[in-house]
């Protein structure tokens, strides 16, 4: 069971996915362990000049998240996740809901 991570517009499990990583508006978070879903803002880097994707990386540790689904992260800020051992998968350029990333994953439809 692990907390997984997807890179949102908004704040719960009906938002549009986000596929920018460091400059996401939003990380929704679901709780595999107890089916629960919560968010964290990521508007520290929004306006950011540089080092969004970094920031964010560090962020999101904070979560806790073991896993992210994201559309795609810089080598910079892989290595953040990496290191926080953060496995990223890539949902590419889709518009679909963050449920609905959740879902494929669980079904082994990301890579």
């Known amino acids: ?4 991570a997807v890179t949102a517009h908004g704040e719960d499990r009906e938002a549009k996915v986000d596929p920018r990583f460091g400059r ?19 508007t ?9 994707g970094i920031q964010a990386g560090q962020a999101l540790l904070k979560t806790g998240a073991g896993v992210l689904l994201t559309g795609h992260v810089g080598p910079k800020a892989f290595k953040v996740l990496d290191a926080g051992k953060v496995k990223v998968y890539s949902f590419g350029d889709r ?5 609905e990333a959740v879902e494929d994953f669980l079904a082994d439809k990301l890579a």
């Open 95 to 99: 518009n679909g809901t963050v449920n």
């Open 44 to 52: 520290q880097n929004l306006e950011a000049a540089h080092g969004a």
């Open 24 to 42: 996401a508006d939003y990380f929704v978070l679901y709780d595999q362990e107890d089916d629960t879903w919560g968010c964290a803002p990521n």
């Open 1 to 4: 069971m692990m907390k997984i």
